[in-house]
């Protein structure tokens, strides 16, 4: 064997592409769509019902979670435990999530369970019944695992940022409190479901192995969702806040976040700004872990992202630091602003900064659920999977100068929100 | 079903390898068999941040992260007290460069004062987000050090102290190098579309030059039987009161193993599971409740645990918490639950391996174990776990005086 010479770095392959495969897409006589992705290495099936069902929507505290949450705890023909029972007997995955635009319900099954796995979720979807003394339990439930994360600075401070940036009273904005469980009724999540949990509101995406007709069994499945409108509302101009400071006597660490609202993901400047996110705080040699943690040591993290909303959409620079560097590090933060307003990255921190994402994005899209989630999101954004190309050739195409421009007309006006010891 | 080769190199270095046809990443992991475990009582914490250490760049390669970023990768690292992880994926193009930056910094780490210096800031702020200043965090150091009185997992791997970490010289960090950081300590799994020979041959082209040889670990001391039921109360400001129960059971590879995994699956996994059905929804004394197995190689421990209701007395809590243990022992699991657990079991272990990284990680775990086999065998021992099984396992652990008890109450 010939080893190799350690002192010559090995050649790298900087990747241009991604490979991605679109989604097909079938309808029913009546309306009914599911689309799908097949990946063949394992015997399991993912689906994904996507509502246009979030916070956003509802008119009384909590009521998209609870609705979500609560589909699988009694419907007409099982109680709660009953349902439990089929889940865990097949080893199905069951998994719902909400944010401020959307309610998603996924299931992942063997294939050889997917009959099973398509009764559950077809009575779920179509006859749950939310019955009261579930929704006694599940109430205390969440207001005590509410308390709980609103003892974390991390916590208070992401609720206190969507508030800076937006408003305390804006759909994107509000949160409430945890007394507004003891409100919240039966009725108020029949209603919901009733409203936004219908065919016209609503699309299912796949994947996994798909023999023997799985797409027209989901199809059978999704095609008996009651038919409604699609959820329409609004959205109010954000109306932001400069700092907010949040005391908590005790804490040893500050959360700190910084940022402003932007828009969505179909922005022309969109792309640049997740450039400028990554330069600043997205992977392990970006700026700001660098100054915070690697030079300083003031803290164990420090992150910048683009978030995306269906109507809106924020950068935030978001970290927890040693409460005596409290200052400091929101002074080096905004150097660290003020240079990537002022000078030109560098082409050879402009090239890693490009392979980190496209990187990243290799890594999300392999593997068959992967795939379904970037899906998901590319429909909520009214695109295909083809979107993913444009955004890698935006990616490639940006430019040190790009960066400076977008750098200036967004970073200015930000939000600071402090919450720790004062 | 993994399928996998392994190799060991002349120099003691273990290569395990998986191709994987479907995928255009690869993955590099390395696991050293060196762990929270292996620390002086004195100076624990060590390990974890000597993890940290790894990254501060080689002889050959001054940044470790740079190239690998440029090369769309990522990498990152874990310590448990067991065994430290260290991971990277690329494209499978670039494979050579993760080899590369491993090999360099297993014989030539950069160590000074100014890399330590800082990473023992950053682990102090590590210590502060996770231990400190979060409801709760403190709770595995109490626990452990009730259960454990002499064996070293009577501290968690950030360590006992944060004085531990800002305490670490120069001397120990070139010392733990030499001492536990050498291939005949590790275990290398690489993957990706490859062919078998390929795999070794780029492994080795990497690493077989390596000469550096360590200490073997010292042998543990070995945690008496337990003889009287332990309690322990801790009181901080946390909206709700927390109840954990802990037993001592035996190690990884101990034939109670796969038995005591399966009774936590019966007590807790899924909603349908014995403690979640009775003290969650029918008797609503717990918000949440949980019961698992800690998984240490060494005889670990069995944990039911709690979040108690508002206004309910934790002690009543607890009493009903292990009346559900007690009642594994007294009455015979029905065949229906059993199948229940094994096929959960099974579907569990599916979607995890879904991913290459989570293959070569799997890999790699149970190479350290000492039988690599059980990466696809372990179904099928689950599966010949008999309600006999369980009723004798449950009578032999849940004793009370084989149990710690801690109260995390309110202040």
Redesign the interface.
Known sequence: ????D??Q??Q????KDV?VLNFNTVKSPSGAVVHYVE??????VRISVVFRAGVRYQSHPFTASATVNMLAEGTTLHT??QL??T???????YNTSVDRDYSIVTV???SKFLAETLSFLEEILTSPTFPENELE?YA??RK??L??QR???DVMAAEAFWKAIYGEKHPYGYSSEASEYDTLTSEHLKDFFKKYYTLDNSFTVISGKLKDDVVEKVLRVVDKLPRGERATGTIPSAVSVTEMRVNKK????SAIRIGRALFPSNHPDYVTMQVIATVLGG???SRLVQNL????????GAFAQVNCLEESGYFVITT???SEYTQASIDEIFKEIEIIKNELVSEDEL??VK??M???M??IL????GICDVTIENLQNNTDNRHISDIVNKINNTTPEMIIEAANKYLNDLSLVVVGKE | MIDYRRKVLSNGLTVVAHRDTATRMSVVNIIYKVGARNENPEKTGFAHLFEHLMFSGSKNAPSFDIPIQVAAGENNAFTNNDYTDFYITMPKENIDTALWLESDRMTDLNINDESLDIQKKVVVEEFNERYINKPYGDLWHKLRSAAYKVHPYSWPTIGKTPDHIKNASLDDVRDFYRRHYYPANAIIAVAGDYEYDEMFDMVESRFGHITKQGEPSAVLPIEPPQSNAREVTVYGDVPAALVYVAYKIGGRLSPDFVVCDTISDLLSNGNSSRLYQSLVKKEPLFTSVNAYITGDIDPGLFIACGQVADGVDPRKAKDALVEQLKAMSCEKVGLYELTKVQNKFESNTLFGEVNIMDKAMNLCFYEMLGDISLVNNELSMYRSVTPDMIIDTSADIFRDENSTTLYYLKK
């Open positions: 064997m010939k080893y190799k350690q002192s770095q090995p790298i392959v900087i990747p490979d990946s063949t290495e394992l015997d399991v709660s435990e439990s029972e889940l865990d007997y097949y080893g199905i995955y992942c099954c063997l339990i205390s439930k005590q695992s308390a709980i003892t974390k600075v005790e804490a040893v660490q992977y392990f040699s943690r690697e030079d300083k040591g003031y803290t164990y927890q630091v040693a090239n890693m392979s980190v496209i990187g990243e290799m890594r392999d593997g068959p659920f």
